[in-house]
């Protein structure tokens, strides 16, 4: 890397500079006319110049992907069509977290709009735990209800679907779980499942709801039902899409960048009721980036489930008017509060029991009376902290009263937690288990911890020995060169998340001109370049931290940073801001 090379940085990392073609850089700078630092990026995450125009003007028209290469979905089209023109009774049973409340309100406003408003419902997540249970179906089925739409779950409910199918209930399951068997429903819906040549795999349930609705459109209009009732327009719903795709951190590859990139324009109108009364009480306006999507409004839809009353964000994104979305906005709001408040309990004790573990490539730590809706956002910081697999569990009523525990995991790339969550399941070590590579949930009981603490060191054992993660910097700047002509050019290459993250940048040499510790822990920087430019930066929650204490330590002194480029406004004026997320002494 030009002008240092960092081995071991205050995180104990190593920094490795993008490899990067030339010639390839100099093409897509002749073709497209792009800065050479877009083209650069663009290179280093392996984007053809064939498909820069696409990377960087990424649109549903051409990116939507053809409905039926999905299996099933002739299927599920079939049944849901005929349920519409008969006038059967329609329940959607949604998940609890923000793709699961995304997709329900998707499917549950379409079918509003075509027909009769279905039911919904959405399971207590503390009393029936996630996914279609045997007791709520049947309660639908007394209801009334003939069919049943599954949404951001279902492919693992094979118990619960076989006592809905002998009641004579019919189940559609729209999902995106990897499964080991296939459910017994009339169709299921989902690219990771067994048999699907689609290679949608990396596309989140809203999405798979969206090209659901995308097909079932087409089959009714090819119905003439369109004759004598407005065609609903989809594209009025991408705003949900958008939101599902990058708070359920999926890859921001292909059509996923489509969604966000239309789903953020849909966004900014707020003519969604629900959202624009949660901008108001979140204290945000447009225009809306995916971090407002991932850390403003996705966090507060999810307190419903996790601290509040599981069905609140179905219920705020379908609000039809802002009377109606106001109180839904500000009991989400208070859930989160009330989430952010038990969430730095937990964490701080967490903290802890990880810090004993570190010599371990994962870390598993459980809790008494820790709230399970809290446990995965505490599992997110484990990970962030210690830079490995985290798996953490509570026990809401305590261990010792015999009650199940409830966990959620967090991973790095190359660790697949969610097969060893199913593996775990399938060897009788947890009650409940499933989800992703990068994230899953699990069930346990009291006397199934440690058991499962050990076959999770033999799994980590049977493999490699877990080496942390190199920081992939992207480019190298000056304090002088980050400035907002180069956000803007960065912007080009957008949105960011999952699988396209926000480019990494190292500033080489800076004087720590100033540093203190601000807030909740935050420690605030003020940094000079060789040539006395100045940039501001943040390094956070690092206060009690190795990154933290070095910087402190490093007052008057020069050190090499590693972070991202923020927009930061102060007193009406916008400036640049680096987040600190690295950093090493000069020689090392």
Same mark, same amino acid.
């Given at each position: 890397m030009?002008?240092?090379?960092i ?8 920094w ?33 110049l ?9 649109? +549903?028209k051409?990116?939507l992907?053809e409905?039926?290469? +999905?299996?099933?979905m002739d299927?599920?089209? *079939? ?11 329609i329940?959607?049973?949604?998940d ?11 499917l549950?406003?379409f ?6 408003p ?5 399971p207590d997540? +503390?009393?029936?735990?996630?996914g ?5 179906l ?7 209800v003939?069919l049943?739409?599954t ?11 076989s006592?809905?199918?002998?009641a004579g209930l ?12 296939a459910?017994?429903?009339v169709?299921q819906?989902?690219?990771?499942a ?10 989140c349930?809203?999405?798979i ?7 079932l ?10 004759a004598?009732r407005p065609?609903?327009?989809l594209?009025?719903?991408v705003?949900?899409v958008?939101l ?11 059509v996923?960048?489509? /969604?966000?990139?239309?789903g ?8 969604r009721?629900g959202? *624009? ?6 204290g945000?306006k ?19 489930g996790?601290?509040g ?6 219920? +705020? ?6 009377a109606?979305?106001?109180p ?11 989430r ?21 490539? /994962? ?18 910081r ?17 261990a010792n009263q015999?009650?199940?525990?409830r966990g959620?995991?967090?991973?790095v ?18 009650e409940s ?8 949930? /699990?069930g ?7 058991p ?5 060191a ?9 080496q942390?993660?190199?920081?992939a910097?992207?480019?190298v700047?000056?304090p ?9 050019d960065?912007?080009?290459a ?30 605030r ?13 943040i390094?956070?929650?690092?206060a ?14 020069k ?6 480029l ?8 916008e ?8 950093a090493a002494?000069?020689?090392?």
């Open positions: 030009p002008g240092m090379k081995e071991r940085s205050f995180c104990g990392r190593r490795d500079l993008a490899a990067c073609d030339e010639d390839k850089v100099r093409a897509i700078v002749q073709a497209h006319r792009l800065p050479a630092v877009i083209a650069r990026l663009l290179v280093s995450r392996g984007v053809a064939e498909e820069a125009a696409d990377y960087l003007n990424p649109t +549903l051409r990116l992907p409905p039926f290469l +999905l299996k099933d299927k599920a089209v *079939a049944r849901l069509l005929s349920a519409i023109k008969n006038g059967e009774a329940a959607v049973y949604g609890y977290d923000v793709d699961g409340s995304c997709s329900a309100a998707l549950s406003q079918l509003a709009q075509v027909s009769t279905p039911r919904t419902y959405v997540r +503390l009393k029936e735990g996630y279609p249970n045997a007791a709520a049947l309660k639908l089925k007394e209801e009334g003939s049943v739409v949404v951001d779950c279902g492919a693992g409910a094979a118990a619960a679907l006592a809905a199918r002998e019919a189940v559609v399951v729209l999902d995106h779980h990897a499964a080991e068997h459910p017994p429903a169709a819906v989902n690219p990771n067994g048999g699907d040549t689609s290679g949608l795999t990396f596309v349930a809203a999405g709801t969206f090209l659901f609705l995308v097909a459109n087409r089959a009714l209009r090819d119905d003439g039902w369109y004598t065609e609903p327009k594209m009025d719903a705003d949900l958008a599902a795709t990058v708070c359920d951190v999926v890859p921001l590859v292909g996923n960048r489509a /969604f966000v990139r239309a953020l324009a849909k966004l900014n109108t707020l003519e009721p959202l *624009a009364a949660l901008a108001l009480v979140a945000i447009p225009p809306f980036t995916p971090y407002h999507l991932g850390f403003a409004f996705g966090p507060r839809i999810n307190a419903g996790r601290v009353r599981s069905g609140l964000g179905i219920d +705020l994104l379908t609000a039809r008017d802002a109606e979305a106001e839904f906005a500000r009991a989400l709001d208070s859930h989160n509060r009330e952010q408040a038990l969430e730095k309990m937990i964490l701080d004790e967490a903290i802890v029991l990880a810090l004993a573990q570190q010599e371990a490539p /994962f870390v598993f730590v459980v809790g008494d009376g820790w709230h399970p809706g809290v446990v995965g956002i505490v599992a997110g484990l990970k962030e902290r210690f830079h490995k697999p985290a798996l953490v569990a509570g026990f809401e009523g305590g015999g009650v199940m525990g959620s995991t967090r991973s790339p190359g660790v697949n937690l969610g097969a060893m969550i199913r593996a775990a399941r399938a060897a009788g070590l947890l288990g499933g989800g992703h590579a990068m994230a899953a949930g /699990f346990l009981s009291p006397d199934q911890v440690e499962f603490r050990s076959f999770l033999e799994a980590f054992a049977a493999g490699e020995v877990l942390i993660e190199p920081l910097i992207d480019a700047v000056s002088g060169g980050a400035t907002m002509a180069l956000l803007r960065l912007a080009m957008g949105p960011y998340g999952a699988g396209n993250p926000e480019p990494l940048l190292a500033i080489p040499d800076a004087t720590v001109a100033f540093a203190d510790v601000v807030g909740n822990g935050h420690v920087l003020r940094l000079t370049g060789s040539d006395g430019a100045r940039l501001d930066g390094a956070f929650r690092a009690e931290t190795p990154l933290g204490e070095g910087l402190l330590k490093a007052r008057g002194g050190v090499h940073l590693a972070g991202r923020k927009a930061d406004e102060w007193n009406g004026q400036r640049v801001q680096l987040h600190v997320e690295d002494a000069t020689g090392v």
